[in-house]
Antibody, heavy 122, light 110 residues
Framework: QLQLQESGPGLVKPSETLSLTCIVSGASISNSNYYWGWIRQPPGKGLEWIGSIHYTGSTYYNPSLNSRVTIFVDMSKNHFSLILSSVTAADTAVYYC??????????????WGQGTLVIVSS | QSVLTQPPSVSAAPGQKVTISCSGSSSSIGNHYVFWYRQLPGTAPKLLIYDTNKRPSGIPDRFSGSKSGTSATLGITGLQTGDEADYYCGTWDSSLTAVVFGGGTKLTVL
């Protein structure tokens, strides 16, 4: 059964870089039928899509975050990662990784990780 | 401010029906499938509706989705106290080339 699990530091200092990894188990990340995405949710607020990636390297990013975001896949480890640079307190959120059910980022996100809270604070 | 507009809250009595609206544009809801999620406190969102009106396996037929023009609607019948949660709509926006979500609607079952 497919499972997604986020991992990474729970505390990041302002102006530094946030780095998270989503470990995919129960399926191959190189399955061409799926895109893989990152979504975040600030405390008490709604969902914000960060970006999505196909194992071929095709990526789509939220225009509001585009200049600070990088998502990449490591097929040897069957995981994909999120890099967010120059973080501020506004980047404090629960970060989720998820799978797009179909072969495009337009498809629904049908499976989600449990989420990991990242706090930006000195 | 979210690209998709949802009412902040809705409420209804147990056993009743409720609808949650989601308003977008021609580049979002008007030309793409809509999906809906339910989020219980402290948990990840769970997919309720995909492709505008389809239910994943295990989601009861009390939940339904529809779309007209640039607006979509989630319907829930036979409300239960366990349905109290936040509900989010989402879709693809071809102008932004991005996944967009509504701001979420808190459902209270009185």
């Amino acid at each position: 059964q497919l499972q997604l699990q986020e991992s990474g530091p729970g505390l990041v200092k302002p102006s530094e870089t946030l780095s998270l990894t989503c470990i995919v188990s129960g399926a191959s990340i190189s399955n061409s039928n799926y895109y893989w995405g990152w979504i975040r949710q600030p405390p008490g607020k709604g969902l914000e899509w960060i970006g999505s990636i196909h194992y071929t390297g095709s990526t789509y990013y939220n225009p509001s975050l585009n200049s600070r975001v990088t998502i990449f896949v490591d097929m040897s480890k069957n995981h994909f990662s999120l890099i967010l640079s120059s973080v501020t307190a506004a980047d404090t959120a629960v970060y989720y990784c998820a799978r797009h059910k179909g072969g495009t980022p337009e498809d629904d996100l049908d499976l989600w990780g449990q989420g990991t809270l990242v706090i930006v604070s000195s | 401010q979210s690209v998709l507009t949802q009412p902040p809250s809705v409420s209804a009595a147990p056993g009743q029906k409720v609808t949650i609206s989601c308003s977008g544009s021609s580049s979002s809801i008007g030309n793409h499938y809509v999906f809906w999620y339910r989020q219980l406190p402290g948990t990840a969102p769970k997919l309720l509706i995909y492709d505008t009106n389809k239910r994943p396996s295990g989601i009861p037929d009390r939940f339904s989705g529809s779309k007209s023009g640039t607006s979509a609607t989630l319907g829930i019948t036979g409300l239960q106290t366990g349905d109290e949660a936040d509900y989010y709509c989402g879709t693809w926006d071809s102008s932004l080339t991005a996944v967009v979500f509504g701001g979420g609607t808190k459902l209270t079952v009185l």
